[in-house]
């Protein structure tokens, strides 16, 4: 009896690892990288000619900004585009946790810039270095925020039609 007890705790064990630790591709796939430092956006967007998609938010405290992310940030088809086409940049406000004082003086130097008053807010641009005063130049492309008057459900169909008519207008 002890034998048989034991064997398939040891059984369900190995069965609990192999399943944590396995992860399927679809899952993989599935994961946006939002990345915090304009230098290192704008070192991926140069080496890939993609756009820098910065997203203003407020995330621990605006409802808007995270009705985006629910609705439109984490659907399939807003996942599969961002991976093809952008370099996805959060621009955080946060009231309830504490950003370092480089990413707060970057943060608010960026709301300056684009004279942001109202979360959430996505910007399209290109960024170029001045390789003398290491500041960055913003070329943007336009703004967008939450997808007003979307069929509910399909908020993410909306939004991706207004990014891409940015998108082509600029081409």
């Known amino acids: 009896m002890k034998i048989y007890i034991s064997t398939t705790v040891i059984l369900l064990f190995l069965t609990t690892i192999s399943f944590s630790q396995t992860e399927t591709p679809a899952a993989t796939e599935s994961k946006l990288v939002w990345h915090t430092s304009i230098a290192e956006v704008h070192e991926l967007s140069k080496a890939s000619n993609k756009p820098v998609f910065a997203f203003f938010t407020g995330s621990d405290w605006c409802g808007w900004c995270k009705k985006l992310q629910n609705d439109v940030f984490s659907k399939p088809e807003f996942i599969e585009w961002a991976s093809k086409n952008v370099i996805l940049l959060e621009v955080d406000f946060p009231r309830h946790k504490q950003l370092s004082p480089e990413l707060t003086q970057q943060n ?35 703004s967008l925020g939450y997808p007003a008057g979307a069929e509910v459900g399909k908020e993410q169909v909306m939004f991706l039609e207004n990014i891409n008519r940015i998108l082509s207008q600029k081409k």
């Open 108 to 142: 608010n130097g960026l709301q300056q810039a684009l004279h942001i008053s109202g979360y959430p807010t996505v910007w399209l641009l290109y960024t170029v270095k001045d390789e003398v005063t290491n500041n960055y130049n913003l070329n943007t492309l336009g």
